[in-house]
Structure formats: structure tokens, C-alpha cells
């Protein structure tokens, strides 16, 4: 069975911060990883995607890819409240289309 | 934002009646998804479309149905609306089935309640 894991938190970091989230995964032909943002009563949007090994940056955000360790990791820098969500990891195996996703890791940034 | 549209927005239903959910997109995406989800289980995959009327099970298909006339619908029946279905449900759409460009958009959400 193809599993996502992610640490529920809540993680609370205080504004300006570096907020880091972790997901490992089970299956090594994973090829595709995603992050989603889901605001509290909100679809989840899409703010990341990686697909080789190291480092990916758009803006605040860092995605960090080391498939060796079967982990992906979501940093953002300078963190601000309107930062605060439930962040979802998602993964898709080599050959498939489908997503699986992570439960969630809920970010609180406090001013 | 990608053209997703679910119908209807918010339902409450009686227990042992039929439920149908609506996905519309304008994307001209093959493939689309219906996920549940409810909290401490994250985002669940009911069923999904890699086609019209190319349709497969996910890990939480018992007691539903899907079926897709057309590229841009994707409907969801509850056969009898059971409690343990009050949830939360997402449609969403994806391009390519490969490695790239495979990012998953996702509808606004149908939040159904049996009662």
C-alpha cells in the first residue's frame, strides 16, 4: 500500500520565521510530489510541485526533494499569518496517475 | 484558477436515499478524481477517470457509483445515503498521466450530510 505520512501538528512558528514541513513516503518509484495549501473550509490550491532531487524555490517557498531518504519537504521563509493552513503533501508513483495524499500538516503562524 | 464547478455546494439528505454529486470542468482534462474528506483521514480517493466512460475504483469505493457521458462531467451517486457518508467531497482535475504537468485542481467542495 502506497503511504504519505505527514506529522498532524499543530507546527506554531512565530511570524518572520522559517516554517518546516516534512513528508516521507513508502513507495521508492514515486516520481511526482505536490504541495497543497487548504485554507479552513477551502479547496486545497496547489503551491508546489518537484520532481528531481535538491532544492526548488519560488518565492518564500522551498521544496526539497531527496528521494534516497524518500522525503520531501516544504520550507517557507518569513512566515505571515495569512501562512496559517493545513498543508498537504501529495505523491504520484511512476506509471500512475493518481494522487495520494498526505492527511495534513496544520501551520500556525502567530504574529 | 482552473474551471471546476461542483454541484451542489452544500446538501443534507435522509438516510437510504439516492445522492447525486455534479463535477464540471472547462479545462478539457482527461482525467478527473472524487475524493472524500473527513477529519484524521486526510483526502481519501473514491473513484476516478482516465476517459468518458473510462472509470476505476479508489481505496473508498464501496457504495458509490461514478459515470462520465462526457469529457467535462463527472458525477458521483451515493446509491443509499448512509451516515458514515456525511463528509466532505472534492472533484478534481489533472492533464497528463505521466511525470510532468501531472498537478491535481481541485472544485470548490460539496459538503453532504445524511441525516
Known amino acids: 500500500q502506497k503511504e504519505v505520512e505527514q506529522n498532524s501538528g499543530p507546527l506554531s512558528v512565530p511570524e518572520g520565521a522559517i516554517a518546516s514541513l516534512n513528508c516521507t513516503y513508502s513507495d521508492r518509484g514515486s516520481q511526482s510530489f505536490f504541495w497543497y495549501r487548504q485554507y479552513s473550509g477551502k479547496s486545497p490550491e496547489l503551491i508546489m510541485f518537484?520532481?528531481?532531487?535538491g532544492d526548488k524555490e519560488d518565492g518564500r517557498f522551498t521544496a526539497q526533494l531527496n528521494k534516497a531518504s524518500q522525503y520531501v519537504s516544504l520550507l517557507i521563509r518569513d512566515s505571515q499569518p495569512s501562512d496559517s493552513a493545513t498543508y498537504l503533501c501529495?505523491?504520484?508513483?511512476?506509471?500512475?496517475?493518481?494522487?495520494?495524499f498526505g492527511r495534513g500538516t496544520s501551520l500556525i503562524v502567530h504574529p | 484558477d482552473a474551471g471546476i464547478t461542483q454541484s451542489p455546494r452544500h446538501k443534507v439528505t435522509e438516510t437510504g436515499t439516492p445522492v447525486t454529486l455534479r463535477c464540471h470542468q472547462t479545462e478539457n482534462h482527461r482525467y478527473m478524481y472524487w475524493y472524500r474528506q473527513d477529519p484524521g483521514h486526510g483526502l481519501r480517493l473514491i473513484h476516478y477517470?482516465?476517459?468518458?466512460?473510462?472509470?476505476d475504483k479508489g481505496e473508498v469505493s464501496d457504495g458509490y457509483s461514478v459515470s462520465r457521458s462526457k469529457t467535462e462531467d463527472f458525477l458521483l451517486t451515493l446509491e443509499s445515503a448512509t451516515s458514515s457518508q456525511t463528509s466532505v467531497y472534492f472533484c478534481?482535475?489533472?492533464?497528463?498521466?505521466?511525470?510532468?504537468?501531472?498537478?491535481?485542481?481541485f472544485g470548490q467542495g460539496t459538503r453532504l450530510t445524511v441525516v
Open positions: 478534481a482535475i489533472s492533464e497528463r498521466g505521466g511525470v510532468m504537468n501531472t498537478e491535481a485542481f
Open positions: 477517470s482516465y476517459g468518458v466512460k473510462d472509470t
Open positions: 518537484i520532481y528531481s532531487n
Open positions: 501529495a505523491v504520484k508513483v511512476s506509471g500512475s496517475y493518481i494522487p495520494t
